[in-house]
């Protein structure tokens, strides 16, 4: 193939400008704006294509005389005619003409390559920050078929698959150099919160899971990802009687408000908000991951540090060998909502569903737990089995409430945390695990491999987070020294001869 010409790159840019306009003029009397508006989109794709070409015939070919030498000595001849490379743009495909280098038996050395940083597939990092874009919220071959309809672009399922596991690579480097936030926009607390989310797996990567069953184990058809956050809050201070009212008669609580028995209330917004999910990676992993970015947010350990989470105990046993040294102090705490839902669970068995009799009793033995008597609801708990002639069904909500308390009772002081003004639910990452994880990774269909799943979790976190366009800006740069900066150096070698 021959290298593009600038003049001629020009002139075809502008014989698109051209049909373009003769196209509006021609036809605006037929057209309805939208239809209108479609068609011109269309035309200036082909505008854009011929500007790419444009740049293209400016940077050449990458030829640098007649041979090139590796750092080594080996002397590269170049080779007769130029070789090409599709580069899928935006616009569409544009062929590549490259001068290539290459010694008999050994893989030719593209000069080019390195001075435009071409990507190793033909995607243009561009069209790649698109697909990742579209794999972020959509099924692969949904977003392939969006980027054809717009584009006209001939993606298919498997490279929206590829380019997304390809993209997530740069994950771990980017938040190494990123710097911490703002401290000025930093808030009273650090907040750390954990919580899992099943994601479905594709038959084969079910069967590794657990693949020797117990007795009466079913098979799993799920693996884990665990969601990890990091943020600041300020500090709240709540009575137990108003937080209980908030968590279990919402609406009544709204008419007080709205009739100004009590103020209405600001919730502190939590800032700097960093989210993470990951199937693949440890538990612990994870957990240090969000360790190192609370650290270095709070490199002094100044703020409090506030440790959120749900009743899962293997969470609870990492947290606390991982955290506990924070020097100005750790509060771990038990999730309300869950403390919340299991008195909800007693209530229903003793009063019927959703009963106003048991709403009532949820809102006072929540009351009471949030001024810190958590001893006294788990007794009242027992003189109802005790008292009551209570079917096996009911009774056992009754021991698995008492259970959960007892085992969780440490971490449940809530007068203690109310009074200090700290946040007590887990929010935050509860939405993190709906955001980051189930609205992507569930629904009719889907089954994930575990490598498909990492990336778009990976992927998510990012977006999530608001780091994505940064990260891939990031990423390109790093693809660059992958591809071209860690290898090999080459320089002309006609250089050498004249120097010598």
């Avoid at 049909?19 to 036809?27: D, G, I, N, T």
């Avoid at 607390?189 to 590794?208: L, Y």
């Amino acid at each position: 193939m021959n290298a593009y010409e600038v003049e001629g790159s020009i002139a075809e840019g502008r014989m698109e400008f051209e049909r373009l306009f003769e196209f509006v003029h021609k036809h605006a009397e037929n057209y309805e704006a939208h239809e209108m508006e479609e068609a011109v989109f269309k035309k200036l794709l082909p505008i854009g294509l011929a500007a790419m070409k444009v740049y293209f015939a400016e940077k050449g070919t990458g030829e640098q005389g007649e041979a090139i030498v590796r750092e080594d000595g080996t002397i590269l001849p170049k080779e007769s005619g130029l070789r090409k490379k599709n580069y899928i743009s935006l616009f569409g495909v544009i062929p590549v003409p490259r001068t290539c280098y290459r010694k008999l038996g050994e893989a030719g050395v593209f000069p080019l390559d390195q001075e435009a940083n071409l990507p190793e597939r033909a995607y243009s990092y561009y069209l790649q920050e698109w697909m990742n874009r579209l794999s972020i919220d959509h099924a692969f071959q949904e977003g392939a078929a969006r980027l054809k309809h717009l584009f006209g672009l001939p993606l298919v399922e498997s490279g929206m698959r590829n380019v997304s596991q390809e993209g997530a690579t740069s994950y771990d480097a980017y938040y190494e150099q990123k710097p911490p936030p703002d401290p000025e926009k930093e808030r009273e607390f650090d907040v750390v919160s954990f919580d899992g989310k099943g994601v479905p797996m594709i038959k084969a990567e079910a069967a590794k899971i657990q693949a020797k069953l117990g007795k009466g184990e079913k098979r799993q058809k799920k693996k884990e990802a665990l969601v990890g956050v990091s943020y600041t809050v300020d500090r709240k201070e709540r009575s137990p009687e108003e937080l209980a009212e908030c968590l279990v008669n919402p609406e009544a609580y709204r008419a007080r408000q709205a009739r100004k028995v009590i103020p209405k209330e600001k919730h502190p917004q939590a800032q700097n908000v960093r989210r993470m999910a990951s199937i693949k990676r440890k538990k612990k992993e994870v957990m240090k991951t969000i360790q190192k970015d609370i650290e270095g947010r709070d490199p002094d350990q100044k703020r409090p540090l506030v440790i959120l989470l749900d009743g899962a105990l293997g969470l609870w046993t990492l947290v606390l060998l991982l955290f506990g040294q924070w020097k100005s102090g750790v509060t771990y705490i038990l999730d309300i909502i869950h403390v919340r839902d299991y008195l909800w669970e007693v209530a229903n068995a003793l009063y019927g569903e959703e009963s106003e009799e048991g709403r009532n009793w949820v809102q006072k033995k929540l009351t009471e737990i949030l001024r810190g008597r958590v001893g006294y609801v788990v007794g009242g708990l027992r003189q109802i089995i005790t008292k009551r002639n209570l079917k096996k069904g009911k009774r056992k909500t009754l021991e698995k409430a008492i259970t959960y308390f007892e085992k969780h009772k440490s971490w449940m002081k809530y007068n203690k945390y109310l009074a200090a003004g700290m946040p007590v639910a887990t929010g935050v990452v509860e939405s993190a695990c709906g955001s980051v994880v189930k609205k992507r990774m569930e629904g009719e269909g889907k089954r994930w491999s575990l490598e498909g799943a990492e990336s778009i979790l990976l992927l998510r976190s990012l977006q999530k987070s608001n780091d994505f366009i940064k990260y891939w800006r990031f990423h390109a740069a790093q693809e660059r020294i992958r591809l071209y900066e860690s290898g090999p150096k080459y320089v002309p070698y006609i250089h050498l001869a004249k120097a010598a």
